[in-house]
C-alpha cells in the first residue's frame, strides 16, 4: 500500500482522479482486460502487439519521457482517499487499463532490463468501477476524437528532438529524404511537408522515410554492402532518383509523373531494393549513368500516375514496381561504390 497526492476531477457526469504512480508500482496494478477474450466488466482492450512493446521499453531504456496519462478503471472496491491522499494497494489486476496498455507493457519489459526504470514517475487517471459501456466509449474517445500526432510531423520533429530518443534508422531515412528534396534535386518542391499548403502532386514526409527507411537501418542492405555512411547514401539515392529524372526530361514535374505520387515513390524505392542494388553491386557502381544505362524509359514508355489510378495502395506500387522490372536491362562496370 502506497499513498499518492491525487486531484479529483469532474467532467460532466465522470468523475476520476488524477495522480503520479512510480512505474513499478503501476505495473504491478495494472492489467489489460481484451475484448471478447476476457469475460469480464469493462474489457475493451485489444490484442497487445509486441513490436510497439519492444520500442516503447527500447525509449523508457534511453531515458524518454511518459508525460501523458495512462487511464485506469479501478475494480478492486473503492479507493480510499483522505487528506488529500489516495491510497493504492499492490494486489494484481487491480485496475483495468483504458488507455495505455503498450506503455505499461513496454514499461514493465524496460524494468526486466534496468530496475532503475521502475522509479520513473507515471501520470495516471482512474476512474473506479466503470461498466463495459463506460469502458468502451472513454476508450472511442481517446482512440478517435484525441488522435495522435500526423506522421509526417513526428518524423519533421526528428531533426530537433535529441538523437539518444528517436529511431536512427529513421532520423537517417529523414537525413535523406532532406537531401533529394533539396535545391537541384529531383525531389526539390515535391516532398510534403506537415502543414504545408495542400497541393496536387507530392509525397508526403512520413511516406519518404518509411520507404527509404527499411534500406538504411543498421544492418539493412545498404549496411550490408558496405555503403554505410550517411553522404554515401544521400549520393546514392539521389544518383537513382535523378537518373529517374532525366528519363523523363520536361515531364518529371508533369503532375501526371507518377513518381511524384506516394505508390510511384514507394514502388521507386521497392525496385531500387529488389533490383537495383544488385545490379549496381555486379557493376561495382552506384553511379548515375550506371543507373540509367540499367533502365530502358523513353517517352513511349514513361509511367503515369493515370495509369495507376483506381488502383488500391498495394496495387499501385506492385504496378510501379513491375513496370520498373520490364525497363530494366543489365550490363557491366568496373569500379565499387563509384558514386
Same mark, same amino acid.
Given at each position: 500500500?502506497?499513498?499518492?497526492?491525487?486531484?479529483?476531477?469532474?467532467?460532466?457526469d465522470d468523475?476520476?482522479?488524477?495522480?503520479?504512480?512510480?512505474?513499478?508500482?503501476?505495473?504491478?496494478?495494472a492489467y489489460?482486460?481484451?475484448r471478447?477474450?476476457?469475460?469480464?466488466?469493462?474489457?475493451?482492450?485489444?490484442?497487445?502487439?509486441?513490436?510497439?512493446?519492444?520500442?516503447?521499453?527500447d525509449?523508457?531504456?534511453?531515458?524518454?519521457?511518459?508525460?501523458?496519462?495512462i487511464?485506469?478503471?479501478?475494480?478492486k472496491?473503492?479507493?480510499?482517499?483522505?487528506?488529500?491522499?489516495?491510497?493504492?494497494?499492490?494486489?494484481d489486476?487491480?485496475?483495468?487499463?483504458?488507455d495505455?496498455?503498450?506503455?505499461?507493457?513496454g514499461?514493465?519489459?524496460?524494468?526486466?532490463?534496468d530496475?532503475?526504470?521502475?522509479?520513473?514517475?507515471?501520470?495516471?487517471?482512474?476512474?473506479?468501477?466503470?461498466?463495459?459501456?463506460?469502458?468502451?466509449?472513454?476508450?472511442?474517445?481517446?482512440?478517435?476524437?484525441?488522435?495522435p500526432?500526423?506522421?509526417?510531423l513526428?518524423?519533421?520533429?526528428?531533426?530537433?528532438?535529441?538523437?539518444?530518443?528517436?529511431?536512427p534508422g529513421?532520423?537517417?531515412?529523414?537525413?535523406?529524404?532532406?537531401?533529394?528534396?533539396?535545391?537541384?534535386q529531383?525531389?526539390?518542391?515535391?516532398?510534403?511537408?506537415?502543414?504545408a499548403?495542400?497541393?496536387?502532386? *507530392?509525397v508526403?514526409? =512520413?511516406? %519518404? $522515410?518509411?520507404? #527509404?527507411?527499411?534500406?538504411?537501418? &543498421?544492418?539493412?542492405?545498404?549496411?550490408?554492402?558496405g555503403?554505410i555512411e550517411?553522404?554515401?547514401?544521400?549520393?546514392?539515392?539521389?544518383?537513382?532518383?535523378?537518373a529517374?529524372a532525366?528519363?523523363?526530361?520536361?515531364?518529371?514535374s508533369?503532375?501526371?509523373?507518377?513518381?511524384?505520387?506516394?505508390?510511384?515513390f514507394?514502388?521507386?524505392?521497392?525496385?531500387?531494393?529488389?533490383?537495383?542494388?544488385d545490379?549496381?553491386?555486379?557493376?561495382?557502381?552506384f553511379?548515375?549513368?550506371?543507373?540509367s544505362e540499367?533502365?530502358e524509359?523513353?517517352?513511349?514508355?514513361?509511367?503515369?500516375?493515370?495509369?495507376?489510378? *483506381?488502383r488500391?495502395? =498495394?496495387? %499501385? $506500387?506492385?504496378? #510501379?514496381?513491375?513496370?520498373l522490372? &520490364?525497363?530494366?536491362?543489365?550490363?557491366?562496370?568496373k569500379?565499387?561504390?563509384?558514386?
Open positions: 500500500m502506497a499513498d499518492y497526492p491525487y486531484i479529483p476531477v469532474k467532467q460532466g468523475e476520476f482522479i488524477l495522480t503520479a504512480i512510480p512505474a513499478e508500482h503501476l505495473v504491478k496494478i489489460a482486460a481484451v471478447r477474450q476476457d469475460e469480464e466488466e469493462g474489457a475493451v482492450q485489444r490484442i497487445l502487439n509486441n513490436s510497439r512493446i519492444s520500442g516503447i521499453r525509449f523508457a531504456l534511453k531515458g524518454g519521457d511518459f508525460p501523458a496519462s487511464v485506469l478503471n479501478w475494480v472496491g473503492p479507493l480510499r482517499k483522505q487528506n488529500g491522499k489516495v491510497s493504492v494497494g499492490e494486489g489486476r487491480s485496475a483495468q487499463i483504458i495505455g496498455q503498450h506503455r505499461v507493457a514499461l514493465q519489459a524496460a524494468i526486466e532490463e530496475n532503475k526504470v521502475g522509479r520513473i514517475v507515471v501520470p495516471v487517471a482512474i476512474y473506479e468501477n466503470l461498466d463495459t459501456p463506460k469502458s468502451a466509449r472513454i476508450f472511442i474517445s481517446i482512440n478517435t476524437e484525441q488522435r500526432a500526423p506522421k509526417s513526428v518524423f519533421d520533429l526528428y531533426g530537433v528532438a535529441g538523437t539518444d530518443l528517436v529511431d529513421a532520423l537517417r531515412a529523414g537525413d535523406i529524404v532532406s537531401f533529394i528534396s533539396g535545391p537541384d529531383p525531389y526539390e518542391g515535391w516532398i510534403k511537408l506537415p502543414n499548403k495542400r497541393q496536387r502532386g *507530392g508526403a514526409l =512520413s511516406t %519518404a $522515410v518509411s520507404a #527509404i527507411k527499411p534500406l538504411v537501418e &543498421e544492418k539493412a542492405i545498404l549496411d550490408q554492402i555503403a550517411l553522404e554515401l547514401q544521400k549520393q546514392i539515392f539521389s544518383n537513382y532518383f535523378s529517374l532525366d528519363k523523363y526530361g520536361k515531364y518529371w508533369d503532375r501526371n509523373n507518377a513518381f511524384l505520387y506516394a505508390s510511384g514507394i514502388g521507386a524505392v521497392e525496385f531500387f531494393r529488389t533490383k537495383m542494388i545490379y549496381c553491386r555486379v557493376t561495382d557502381s553511379e548515375k549513368e550506371t543507373m540499367a533502365l524509359l523513353s517517352s513511349s514508355n514513361l509511367i503515369f500516375q493515370s495509369e495507376v489510378k *483506381g488500391g495502395g =498495394s496495387d %499501385a $506500387v506492385t504496378y #510501379i514496381r513491375e513496370r522490372q &520490364e525497363a530494366f536491362v543489365g550490363k557491366t562496370g569500379q565499387r561504390f563509384k558514386v
